[in-house]
């Protein structure tokens, strides 16, 4: 597609439960960027693909939150125990093939509440 | 690693005036430099963005200045209207590195 679609919009859980998010990156690029954005509207940068091959990883919380990026299905972000402080809202963004310095383009985010 | 301000936080004009929004950075290596609007409930759009080669870039109302020297890139808005009210970051990169954004700057356009 044209755009960064993520899913879902909006998504509730219990602490301690499991999170999933999707993205699906604009057709032709190489490159998928997940960010987290809390109430400061700073972005934090957790992890980044070449394909299906991780780019960067240095953002990432090993101990509860994984990704994967496989062929032909949308990316994912999963968070494992899910705690009071991951709410925040996930955005994903991608990137045409080539070198980094280009631009990025977002989806809406997913706004994840823990309660 | 890279490191970018962004001043002010908060910027509130009046309808039809200027609003600037600058950003340092600290890596003398970067070289490109995108400026994302957010607005509520949205993802960041791109706007305009500049590369180190290039001093000065001009799409209508908006504007990117850098100066390499002092490490510094600049937007501006002129003719400032309502529906510009949103949400501003700057970020910085360059080749083989992720972007680095800066802390955002909330813009208020007052009919």
């Known amino acids: 597609g044209e755009e960064v679609a993520q899913t879902p919009k909006h998504l509730v859980r219990g602490e301690g439960q499991k999170a999933k998010l999707y993205c699906a990156p604009i057709?032709?690029?190489?490159?998928v960027f997940w960010y987290q954005q809390v109430l400061k509207n700073e972005f934090k940068f957790l992890i980044s693909?070449?394909?299906?091959?991780?780019?960067?990883e240095t953002g990432m919380p090993k101990e509860r939150f994984s990704a994967k990026c496989l062929p032909n299905s949308p990316c994912s972000l999963e968070i494992q125990a899910t705690k009071l402080e991951d709410s925040a809202v996930y955005f994903c963004?991608?990137?045409?093939?080539?070198?980094?310095?280009?631009?990025?383009?977002f989806g809406d985010g997913t706004r994840l509440s823990i309660l | 690693g890279e490191n970018v301000e962004q001043h002010p936080s908060t910027l509130s004009v009046q309808e039809g005036d200027s609003a600037v929004i600058k950003c340092t950075y600290s890596?003398?290596?970067?070289?490109?430099f995108p400026w994302y609007k957010q607005e509520l409930g949205k993802g960041p759009q791109l706007i305009i963005d500049?590369?180190?080669?290039?001093g000065e870039k001009k799409d209508q109302r908006i504007a990117v200045t850098l100066n390499k020297t002092a490490k510094h890139f600049s937007l501006h808005i002129t003719e400032t209207q309502p529906e510009d009210s949103a949400v501003y970051f700057c970020?910085?990169?360059?080749?083989?590195?992720?972007?680095?954004f800066g802390p955002g700057t909330r813009l208020s356009v007052l009919p």
């Open positions: 963004a991608s990137s045409p093939p080539g070198p980094l310095d280009q631009p990025q383009h």
């Open positions: 890596d003398s290596a970067s070289n490109y």
């Open positions: 500049i590369r180190s080669n290039v």
């Open positions: 970020a910085a990169t360059r080749y083989g590195q992720n972007f680095v």
């Open positions: 057709k032709g690029h190489s490159y």
């Open positions: 693909f070449q394909n299906e091959n991780v780019f960067d």
